[in-house]
């Protein structure tokens, strides 16, 4: 009988042949479960790894490369500077070799943020995506654009812009034309894509590229676009499409109006195919002057602030302190006495003539003088009243001076950079006025000094004006000086701002000087020590006038009222022997007013008006 006992039950068989071993049936391991694990973590570690791997061999391409492009633009922008420079030299050849080497470096900074690192950098979240694609959209734009210049600068001919011999080359005006438009156009471009590069996302040395980039851009935009559209009517004003005709008058600043002085002298030219010639002098002895009636019918407006005198007499139309309306006066006392056709009408004073000389060089004259950049204002302007004691021969003297000075104009070989660089001053100034029959010409300097009208909204600029005219019927505005300053207060907003300054005019009219004025510089109605100036003030377009005043005590308006949509106060500032008199003005805007960045505009006197604008010159927009 055997000795083993059946188990007592099925579960506790069960549990029996669970618990038994034998050589053949060993107990299971639990090793190959934990290789298992053990492999799975291991893959898990090399992929973590593998990605950090990643990551840092894109991040390590990423910044190599980016550290590379900065520099290549950096040395871009280098040779980009040397060619502006060789450019305004005049030295083409220099300029083009400048541009390569600029055009080399962006394209290596085009290459330098491609490929497989920097695309999957741009991918990456959390900001840093944008702030790579930003560096690959510069040094793109920055390339297109450079790009554009080199290849510009292979065609170009400044010469073109200068006559030789009296005549210009149209069809070199004309491949420049086309090659400033296409550099303009590209300009355009970057400026407009450039925009959409969302720059509050950048960190800081990416936003300041960013944005210094952007600043040259739009400076050079700024630059271009006027360029595009005046050669884009240069060979038609030239006279392409037929002859033109400008009347040019010029201003003599010693007898002060508020568009510079008496318009004594002026000459029409002829333009055509190219070639600009004289065709007749004038001068305002010529024109009928105290006249019954004025010449043309004047607005209310304008008779309350300047009198009808200015459609009676010609020395005083350029009173009015808008160069379009001053040229319908003076159109029609051309055409009741001359009656020649003009298509356009040009206004200089001595002092842009002198910045003329600086590009052509000094001009010997028929008399024996010569005339400088340095001489040309003190002659034109008060030396030939103490050479030339009648009317007659001043107005001889100033026709032979305006022949020369044309004559090394348009047959003499002055720079071109340079002759722009003088045009562009003048203009700026305000000695350069231009107003032409022809639409296209008159939109492409809308709302430019040049055009010689007050802005007509205070959007893009909050214009104040501080005019002045010779009160005395002399020359003595010569020996004035003029300097303004002005600020805004109340900028918060919600709050009324107030647009306000000073205008100091000072004398220079010592007690030796006034026992020798010659009667041309004296006049008939003023001691030689004294000098009356009626100034006008005008506030920005919607304000209204706050306070005017005098050295400090209330002024005596000659006149208060709205002209050109503006407010306007007339008041007399006398002075005697050398002197200075402050006027100090106020004007109201309401709040709802939008206004841009405050500018002066001022009549351009016989020496610099020292202009101040005082902190804060701009106002939020509300």
Same mark, same amino acid.
Request: glycine share 6%.
């Given at each position: 009988m055997s000795?083993?006992?059946?188990?007592?039950?099925?579960?506790?068989a069960?549990?029996?042949?669970?618990t038994?071993t034998?050589?053949e049936?060993?107990?299971p391991?639990s090793?190959p479960?934990?290789?298992?694990?053990?492999?799975?973590?291991l893959?898990?570690?090399?992929?973590?790894?593998?990605?950090?791997?990643?990551?840092?061999?894109?991040?390590?391409? @990423?910044y190599?490369q980016?550290?590379?492009?900065?520099s290549s633009?950096?040395?871009a922008?280098t040779?980009?500077?040397?060619?502006k420079?060789?450019?305004?030299a005049?030295?083409?050849?220099?300029?083009?070799?400048?541009?390569?080497?600029?055009?080399?470096?962006?394209?290596?900074?085009v290459?330098?943020?491609?490929?497989?690192?920097?695309?999957?950098a741009?991918?990456?979240?959390?900001?840093?995506?944008?702030? @790579?694609?930003?560096?690959?959209?510069?040094?793109?734009?920055t390339d297109?654009?450079?790009?554009?210049?080199?290849?510009?600068?292979?065609?170009?001919?400044?010469?073109?812009?200068?006559?030789r011999?009296?005549?210009?080359?149209?069809?070199?005006?004309d491949?420049?034309k086309?090659?400033?438009?296409?550099?303009?156009?590209?300009?355009?471009?970057?400026?407009?894509?450039l925009?959409?590069?969302?720059?509050?996302a950048?960190?800081?040395?990416?936003?300041?590229?960013?944005?210094s980039?952007?600043?040259?851009?739009s400076?050079?935009?700024?630059t271009?676009?006027?360029?595009?559209d005046?050669?884009?009517l240069?060979?038609?004003?030239?006279?392409?499409?037929?002859?033109?005709?400008?009347?040019?008058?010029?201003?003599?600043?010693?007898?002060?109006?508020?568009?510079?002085g008496?318009p004594?002298?002026m000459?029409?030219?002829?333009?055509e195919?190219?070639?600009?010639?004289?065709?007749?002098?004038?001068?305002t002895?010529?024109?009928p002057?105290?006249?019954d009636?004025?010449?043309?019918?004047l607005t209310d407006?304008?008779?309350?602030?300047?009198g !009808?005198?200015?459609?009676?007499?010609t020395?005083?139309?350029?009173m009015?302190?808008?160069?379009?309306?001053?040229?319908?006066?003076?159109?029609?006392?051309?055409?009741?006495?001359?009656?020649?056709?003009?298509?356009?009408?040009?206004?200089?004073?001595?002092?842009?003539?002198?910045?003329?000389?600086a590009?052509?060089?000094?001009?010997p004259l028929p008399?024996?003088?010569?005339?400088?950049a340095?001489?040309?204002?003190p002659?034109l302007l008060n030396?030939?009243?103490?050479?030339y004691?009648?009317?007659?021969?001043?107005n001889a003297?100033?026709?032979?001076?305006?022949?020369?000075?044309?004559t090394?104009?348009?047959?003499?070989?002055p720079?071109p950079?340079?002759?722009?660089?003088?045009?562009?001053?003048?203009?700026?100034?305000?000695?350069?006025?231009?107003?032409?029959?022809?639409?296209?010409?008159?939109?492409?300097?809308?709302g430019?000094?040049?055009?010689?009208s007050?802005?007509s909204?205070?959007?893009?600029?909050?214009?104040?004006?501080?005019?002045?005219?010779?009160?005395?019927?002399?020359?003595k505005?010569y020996?004035?000086?003029?300097?303004?300053s002005a600020s805004?207060?109340g900028?918060?907003?919600?709050?009324?701002?107030?647009?306000?300054g000073?205008? @100091?005019l000072?004398?220079?009219?010592?007690?030796?000087?006034a026992?020798?004025?010659?009667?041309?510089?004296?006049?008939?109605?003023?001691?030689?020590?004294? @000098?009356?100036t009626?100034v006008?003030i005008y506030g920005?377009?919607?304000?209204?006038?706050?306070?005017i005043?005098? !050295?400090?005590?209330p002024?005596k308006p000659?006149?208060?009222g709205?002209?050109? !949509?503006?407010?306007a106060?007339k008041?007399?500032?006398l002075n005697?022997?050398?002197?200075?008199?402050?006027?100090?003005?106020?004007?109201?805007?309401p709040?709802?007013t939008s206004?841009?960045p405050?500018?002066?505009?001022?009549?351009?006197?016989?020496?610099?008006?020292q202009?101040?604008m005082e902190?804060?010159?701009?106002?939020?927009?509300?």
């Open positions: 000795s083993h006992q059946p188990p007592a039950s099925r579960k506790a069960r549990e029996s042949r669970a038994e034998t050589p049936s060993p107990q391991d090793t479960r934990r290789r298992r694990r053990r492999w799975i973590w893959t898990l570690v090399v992929v973590v790894l593998a990605t950090i791997g990643g990551a840092a061999w894109v991040a390590l391409q @990423v190599t980016a550290q590379s492009a900065r633009l950096s040395t922008m040779a980009a500077q040397e060619a420079s060789s450019l305004l005049m030295d083409v050849e220099a300029a083009s070799v400048s541009a390569d080497s600029a055009l080399e470096s962006t394209g290596a900074a290459d330098e943020t491609g490929g497989m690192a920097w695309s999957i741009e991918a990456i979240p959390f900001g840093v995506g944008e702030n @790579v694609r930003a560096v690959r959209i510069v040094s793109e734009l297109r654009l450079v790009n554009s210049v080199a290849g510009s600068i292979q065609g170009l001919d400044l010469a073109a812009l200068a006559p011999q009296g005549r210009f080359n149209l069809d070199a005006l491949d420049l086309s090659t400033t438009a296409d550099l303009s156009a590209t300009v355009d471009s970057v400026v407009t894509d925009g959409a590069v969302d720059r509050d950048l960190i800081g040395p990416v936003r300041s590229g960013v944005e980039f952007a600043d040259e851009a400076q050079l935009q700024s271009m676009t006027p360029i595009a005046t050669l884009a240069l060979p038609r004003a030239l006279g392409s499409d037929g002859p033109r005709n400008y009347l040019v008058m010029f201003q003599g600043n010693s007898e002060a109006r508020s568009l510079g008496n004594a002298v000459m029409l030219l002829r333009a195919a190219g070639s600009i010639s004289i065709v007749r002098y004038a001068d002895a010529e024109f002057n105290g006249l009636q004025p010449v043309t019918q407006e304008e008779i309350a602030i300047y !009808d005198k200015i459609g009676r007499w020395p005083d139309l350029t009015v302190p808008d160069f379009p309306r001053a040229t319908e006066i003076l159109e029609a006392h051309w055409q009741n006495t001359i009656g020649e056709p003009y298509d356009a009408v040009v206004s200089l004073d001595p002092v842009a003539l002198s910045y003329i000389l590009a052509t060089g000094e001009v008399t024996g003088e010569v005339l400088t340095e001489n040309t204002s002659i030396g030939v009243y103490f050479n004691k009648d009317g007659y021969s001043q003297f100033f026709a032979a001076a305006t022949d020369a000075i044309f090394a104009l348009t047959g003499g070989s720079s950079v340079a002759l722009i660089n003088a045009l562009s001053r003048a203009a700026d100034e305000g000695r350069l006025l231009y107003w032409s029959s022809d639409e296209a010409e008159s939109a492409a300097i809308s430019s000094r040049l055009a010689g007050l802005p909204s205070n959007d893009e600029q909050t214009a104040i004006g501080v005019y002045v005219n010779d009160n005395t019927g002399s020359k505005s020996y004035l000086d003029l300097a303004i805004f207060e900028c918060e907003a919600g709050q009324p701002h107030t647009a306000q000073t205008a @100091v000072s004398s220079k009219i010592d007690e030796e000087l026992a020798r004025l010659p009667y041309y510089v004296r006049g008939p109605y003023y001691a030689a020590e004294d @000098v009356s009626y006008v920005p377009v919607g304000a209204s006038l706050s306070s005043a005098i !050295d400090g005590a002024a000659i006149s208060i709205t002209h050109l !949509d503006r407010p106060v008041i007399e500032v005697h022997l050398v002197s200075s008199h402050t006027i100090e003005f106020e004007f109201a805007l709040a709802s206004v841009g405050l500018e002066i505009w001022h009549t351009p006197m016989s020496r610099a008006t202009l101040t902190a804060p010159a701009a106002c939020p927009t509300p």
